[in-house]
């Protein structure tokens, strides 16, 4: 494997005393796509919290291109590199598609709070750099003619293309998406293959994928991570991972 970019070692939690996940391992390389798969309830976004901060794990440790990242809060690990997307979207809904995705350039403005009060010439030179990167993120997606449209105004597939694109633009190391084809339909989730294969090509992200749609994770990752009860039970290539036993009686054969 290439240099490592997000690596967790012994990644455990425990809430009340119940151990959700336990010896997690994991490791993923520069522009590496890599599935975690699992039953419902298996642990996979209690492990998506603990990468972004949302949880602290009681166990292990996550680090972010060999620096340790104990005790970050999520926008601190936002800002680190890990970017995320949510089972359930989450964007501003009565902002427009462009506003949601400026909202996330701001872990890299440079103005200051004066410049802001008083709309000094360094604060509308750099907003107008980030109108212009918004729409040409927007235009990769091929979403620019819908810069204007309030978000919740947009049908569901490209909703979700619009929170990928937002996570994009705080410039990340790794994005998470989690379940990211949930509720779509099998044109949508096409398009959102598409989405997935632009982002490693153009933008040379390694990406970590929660997904429940077989044929989608089959297709586009080059190893999978198998969870059940909050242990690995099997990690290999999709190949290697459709026929192993345990997975298929844990998760693939039901």
């Known amino acids: 494997m290439n ?29 590496e796509l890599v ?21 602290q794990p009681t166990e292990g440790a996550v680090y972010l291109g060999g620096r340790l990242m104990a005790g970050k809060k999520p926008h601190q690990m936002a800002k680190a590199g890990i970017a995320r997307t949510f089972q359930n979207i989450r964007l501003f809904k009565k902002m427009t598609v462009l506003e949601n995705v400026k909202v996330a350039f701001n872990l890299n403005m440079k103005y ?19 109108d212009r990167k918004g729409r040409e993120l927007l235009k ?30 705080t410039n990340p190391k790794v994005l998470l998406l989690d379940e990211p084809a949930a509720g779509m339909n099998p044109t949508e989730t096409a398009e959102l293959m598409e989405v997935i294969a632009i982002i490693r090509k153009d933008f040379h992200i390694s990406i970590l994928l929660i997904e429940h749609d077989m044929s989608l994770v089959m297709s586009i990752c080059e190893r999978l991570v198998v969870i059940d009860y909050g242990q690995i039970i ?17 998760y693939l054969g039901k």
């Open 3 to 31: 240099q490592s970019v997000l690596k967790a070692e012994k990644l455990g939690i425990t809430f009340g005393g119940l151990k959700a996940v336990e010896n997690f391992e994991l490791e993923i390389g520069e522009s």
């Open 35 to 55: 599935g975690l798969i699992g039953p419902n309830g298996a642990g996979k976004t209690t492990i998506f919290n603990m990468l972004t901060g949302v949880y």
């Open 112 to 130: 200051n709070g004066l410049q802001t009060v008083l709309r000094l010439p360094g604060y509308w030179k750099e907003e107008a750099e980030i």
């Open 140 to 169: 990769v997606f091929h979403m620019e003619h819908l810069a204007d449209n309030i978000a919740e105004n947009l049908p569901y597939g490209q909703q979700r293309k619009l929170e990928i694109a937002r996570a994009l633009a």
């Open 234 to 250: 099997a990690k290999g290539t999709p190949k290697e991972i459709a026929s192993d036993p345990k997975v298929i009686g844990a």
